[in-house]
């Protein structure tokens, strides 16, 4: 039986951190709104209160809902054994997850500094200032920071194997990389373990049969991560 997942019809945004580790595991699933639009997408959410999700992505399972991206994928983790078994160490990857989660949020500030709901055009000179403290401070203290827990592995970050935390790592450097070229260039040099992680996940099947499929929607200046050159230095 596939599972219902349900986001945004026409960006990738979160929900990309839900759907590649079910892509790269095989694991079956509707992206709803993909198929019936986003009002019914709104509708949906609307016919779950009081336990409606704040946002998508969210996961139907069994008439259940789970939202928000680390709840949904330590559920897949346990469930699919796409996490490691020991429970600190699933604690840990949380942990992880979270963390991606705040850069996420972050980057999401860069070219919405002051208002969420306002245009970029119009918040131009604030998103400069941010995208500066950005490039020069907070990316590469995310990024040694996942590098240091990344590099206490051995192939992967943990248990030999692939889990979604490394599914979520490639997305990340996916997503950098095409909102920061210039900057990403010059500092991926120092992330070896993460890009190594990146590339053994981008060579699995599934992943690689994803990436060539019209499943995997382009990043675009509508999601998350928006590639502004005039915010791009190296």
Same mark, same amino acid.
């Given at each position: &039986? ?22 790269? =595991? ?15 997408? &709104? =509708? #949906? &959410? ?5 336990? %409606?999700?704040? $946002? ?13 991206? =680390? ?23 949380? !942990?992880? !997850? ?22 970029? #055009?119009?918040?131009?000179?604030? =998103?400069?200032?941010?995208? *500066? ?10 990024? #040694? ?25 490639? !997305?990340?450097?996916?997503?950098? *990389?095409? &909102?920061?070229?210039? *900057?990403? $260039? ?9 890009? *190594?992680?990146? #590339? ?33 230095? %190296?």
């Amino acid at each position: &039986m596939a599972y219902n997942l349900w986001y945004w019809p026409s960006i990738q945004g979160r929900g990309e951190f839900v759907r590649l580790p079910l892509e790269a =595991a095989g694991i079956d699933y509707r992206d709803c709104a993909r198929e019936r639009g986003e009002d019914a997408l &709104m =509708a #949906d &959410m609307a016919a779950r209160a009081p336990r %409606a999700p704040f $946002a998508p992505p969210y996961l139907e399972i069994d008439g259940h809902t789970i939202a928000q991206v =680390a709840n949904i994928l330590a559920w897949l983790g346990g469930h699919h054994g796409l996490a490691p078994t020991n429970l600190a160490d699933r604690y840990w990857i949380n !942990q992880l !997850q979270l963390t991606i989660a705040d850069v996420v949020a972050e980057v999401h500030n860069v070219h919405h500094p002051v208002e969420m709901m306002a245009y970029y #055009d119009d918040q131009k000179t604030e =998103a400069a200032r941010s995208a *500066r403290q950005f490039r020069d401070e907070r990316l590469p203290k995310f990024l #040694d920071y996942l590098e240091r827990a990344v590099a206490a592995g051995d192939d992967w970050t943990i248990d030999g194997n692939w889990t979604y935390i490394d599914t979520s790592l490639f !997305q990340l450097i996916e997503g950098l *990389r095409y &909102m920061f070229p210039k *900057r990403m $260039a010059a500092i991926e040099g120092n992330y070896p373990n993460l890009i *190594r992680i990146h #590339d053994q996940i981008e060579d699995l099947p599934g992943i690689r049969a994803y990436l060539k499929s019209d499943r995997r929607l382009p990043f675009s200046e509508e999601g998350i991560f928006r590639h502004y050159p005039e915010l791009d230095a %190296a």
